[in-house]
């Protein structure tokens, strides 16, 4: 790659997607937001149903540097990368998500957990290992700790469960990985979300911006969907109030007269872990015809 952006077509934004861990997950992503995207399996520049972008899957950890350089013009990749590249980019969306939850990810200081360390200021000239060097050893910098910070290429978990290292700085999401090697979490160094990113220059380009911000905006309505259903249903007016009063909505349920009768539709979005209870009541309270839909997008 150059750091050149002066061969874009003009009309087009180059987009960054993460490949590995958040692959799949943010193709899907976009896939409910209105793009399909194609990717062959040993291409790196996929196709989408988008004449206006130009996607290229490059590894999350080099993301925020294309976008600073000028590679890209966008792009979607952690916190975590965008700190320890240090990358001048201007960070347009947090988007919450991850391989397992909709939560943000932590790293997190872990050493033995049948040692005798408990907190960060007993590693003191101990070794720590990380795939986050640059954040780490700011991390221990800002607390007066002389720690000798080495970069991990993997399997950072095994270093201080076979005494490689005398701690690690890792990312989790529960915590079950560090605890399966018999690890103890002591510290936390960073909490990290998906972002999308944006070349500072290329939000000065009317066209750029624009872009992104529809980008940013349909990706956002579909994490809003996440985990959301639509019900819909029917009661005899004489219920309504009380069926009314059972359901959860984001403002107040949307509620219609049906064709010359009595009866009435009522229709709201809610959580889709609610619904198993939340159905029966619903029945009880005078409800037919329940009909539950997925949802794509809330905006």
Known sequence: MTSSSEGAPRGVLRLGIPKGSLEQYTLELFA???WKISVGSRSYFPD???PELALTISRAQ???RYVADGVLDAGITGRDWRLENDSDV???????YSKVSARPARWVLAVPGDGPVTEASQLAGKTVATELPGVTSRWFRQRGLDVKVEFSWGATEAKAASGLADAIVEVTETGSTIRAHGLRIIDEVLVTATELMANPRSLKDPFKKSKIGQIALLLKAALAADGMVGLKMNVRENDAE???EALPSLRAPTVAHLFRTDWLSVETVVSRSVVRDLIPELLDRGAE???????NKII
């Open 62 to 64: 080099e993301i925020s």
């Open 289 to 295: 015809g329940i009909i539950e839909y997925p949802l």
């Open 48 to 50: 989408v149903n988008d």
């Open 242 to 244: 009380r069926l009314v």
């Open 32 to 34: 409910r937001s209105g």
């Open 90 to 96: 201007v960070v347009v969306q947090e988007l919450v």
